[in-house]
T-cell receptor, first 115, second 114 residues
Framework: AQKVTQAQTEISVVEKEDVTLDCVYETRDTTYYLFWYKQPPSGELVFLIRRNSFDEQNEISGRYSWNFQKSTSSFNFTITASQVVDSAVYFC????????????WGLGTSLAVNP | EAGVAQSPRYKIIEKRQSVAFWCNPI?????LYWYQQILGQGPKLLIQ????????DSQLPKDRFSAERLKGVDSTLKIQPAKLEDSAVYLCASSPLRSKNIQYFGAGTRLSVL
């Protein structure tokens, strides 16, 4: 069975701090995709990144960076110099192949960035 | 490019009443999804359409929930009759056929069943 675990339920930081959101996944598929979505208070889920299982290169996009490590089945997300606008719930998700082509979601990590 | 449109944004009904939600996906997106998101949880897929055909409705409570996507564009999700446990946010998402699984979400409809 496939599973996504986001062990951190809530994180609170002060503006300009760096923060890392953890994501650990389980799958037996060799081909799969991992995602991060952001859900601000407005409710809309905003796509942030997709990573396929054959691409372990880390990615940086502005203040956001992602560390994908197949050896530990982790896909962690770091926000550098956090801002109040980063306050949201962040979801990690996984989709497999074959009969597992359904997005499996973690429970989300609620990030509060305080001024 | 316009995003996924959903209406209404909020709905309050009493149990046993009926309710319907509407979704207009991003133009050209063949695949449409309805999710239920209960507070504090990740989204749960209710139904997936590709064009106007159902791909997956295994988690749709078919005794009370129904969905259709006539003409392969807009979609409606209906609950009849509603129960207290149906209180949730109902999210619609769409994706193009060659998106490699990226789903784009609407703002959702927050349903409160009293």
């Amino acid at each position: 069975a496939q599973k996504v675990t986001q062990a951190q339920t809530e994180i609170s930081v002060v503006e300009k701090e760096d923060v890392t959101l953890d994501c650990v996944y389980e799958t037996r598929d060799t081909t799969y995709y991992l995602f991060w979505y952001k859900q601000p208070p407005s409710g809309e889920l905003v796509f942030l990144i997709r990573r396929n299982s054959f691409d372990e290169q880390n990615e940086i996009s502005g203040r956001y960076s992602w560390n994908f490590q197949k050896s530990t089945s982790s896909f962690n997300f770091t926000i550098t110099a956090s801002q109040v606008v980063d306050s949201a719930v962040y979801f990690c998700a996984l989709i497999g192949s074959g009969n597992n082509r359904k997005l499996i979601w973690g429970l989300g990590t609620s990030l509060a960035v305080n001024p | 490019e316009a995003g996924v449109a959903q209406s209404p944004r909020y709905k309050i009904i009493e149990k046993r009443q009926s309710v319907a939600f509407w979704c207009n996906p991003i133009s050209g997106h063949a695949t449409l999804y309805w999710y239920q998101q209960i507070l504090g949880q990740g989204p749960k897929l209710l139904i997936q359409f590709q064009n106007n055909g159902v791909v997956d409705d295994s988690q749709l409570p078919k005794d009370r929930f129904s969905a259709e996507r006539l003409k392969g564009v807009d979609s409606t999700l209906k609950i009849q009759p509603a129960k207290l446990e149906d209180s949730a946010v109902y999210l619609c998402a769409s994706s193009p056929l060659r998106s490699k699984n990226i789903q784009y979400f609407g703002a959702g409809t927050r349903l409160s069943v009293l």
